[in-house]
């Protein structure tokens, strides 16, 4: 009699492109718990006692970097802190180089950001140990999709059937692609909206994503509108007419929050730019998510920790 085996569960979060709807769900059920431990009045578990976590960051950071320290060591893992512009990569010191030395410290596992896209799957590569991406040129986010998907889903019971619009600068933005991967693979629908120079075309390729340029087609019966920023320092010159016009058009505000789903949540990966890309009526309202994202990205990125390193998720 033949056997079917299990699917292998992924060693790294890279991307979602091993991850299977179960396993992800598996995690999301997961941070329950880990949200649970976060209201306690003494918020730490030994599940990671004896390991230690890198965090090894090629690129500014404050919420990521402090979301994921934390993490760790709520669940009493040691943690390494990397910080590239005081460290020998500011010498010269190529990422193999320095990835082996970390490595020879004996860390169990890599949390890394890096302005360069596959940087994270070298550092898997390099160092045979657990890589978790937090976020690689603008390829992928893979934590921040996660915790933006739990928000939608502690909201609604469920992400099956829900519409997720993303508006502004999708071209550079790593959060976007993100959750064009990851929340269809949910049951979730995904429509991505900025102006037709930052919105590529390569994504409408993606199931369960569609692209446009109206946003209030975009937010027609959505349940969650993402605001994302406008990521100058990644533009060159011609993406935009001019930022008054961009906002008059794209901002998410009341106004175009009227379009949506009646009890429809306004999200922001952070950091906002007030009155550009989202009004201060929108971000500090009832519709808001914001900081609740904030809160959750702790107890996702336990659960994905967890995971990886313990893998009873």
């Not at 730490?44 to 006692?49: E, G, M, N, T």
């Not at 940087?119 to 390099?126: G, S």
């Not at 904030?294 to 967890?306: D, F, I, K, P, T």
């Amino acid at each position: 009699m033949s056997t079917v085996s299990a699917p292998t569960r992924p060693r790294h979060l890279l991307d979602f492109q091993d991850w299977s709807p179960e396993r992800l769900t598996a995690l999301l059920d997961n941070a329950d718990t880990m949200l649970q431990v976060l209201d306690r009045p003494v918020k730490k578990v030994p599940a990671l006692q004896g390991l230690t976590v890198c965090t090894a960051f090629f690129e500014n950071s404050t919420r990521t970097r402090t979301s994921f320290e934390l993490a760790a060591r709520r669940m009493s893992a040691d943690v390494l802190t990397f910080a590239a512009g005081s460290s020998s990569v500011s010498k010269g010191e190529s990422l193999r180089d320095t990835v082996e030395v970390l490595t020879a410290y004996k860390v169990d596992a890599y949390i890394v950001r890096h302005h360069a896209a596959g940087a994270a799957h070298l550092v898997a590569r390099y160092s045979g140990k657990p890589v978790i991406n937090a976020g690689d040129g603008r390829r992928a986010h893979p934590t921040q999709a996660l915790l933006d998907a739990y928000t939608v889903r502690q909201e609604y019971g469920s992400l099956e059937g829900k519409k997720v619009a993303i508006i502004g600068d999708i071209r550079h933005s790593r959060v976007a692609r993100s959750n064009a991967e990851l929340l269809p693979k949910l049951g979730a629908e995904v429509v991505l909206c900025g102006p037709a120079t930052l919105l590529p075309a390569d994504l409408a390729a993606l199931p369960g994503v569609t692209l446009t340029s109206d946003p209030r087609a975009a937010v027609r019966g959505a349940h969650a509108v993402m605001a994302l920023r406008l990521q100058k320092e990644r533009m060159g010159g011609g993406f935009l007419a001019s930022l008054p016009e961009y906002a008059d058009t794209y901002q998410v505000n009341e106004a175009l929050m009227q379009h949506a789903e009646s009890g429809a949540i306004v999200l922001h990966p952070g950091p906002m730019n007030r009155d550009l890309e989202i009004s201060s009526e929108a971000a500090d309202g009832p519709r808001s998510r914001i900081l609740r994202q904030v809160e959750n990205g702790q107890a996702v990125r336990m659960s994905v920790l967890y995971h990886l390193l313990v893998g009873r998720a």
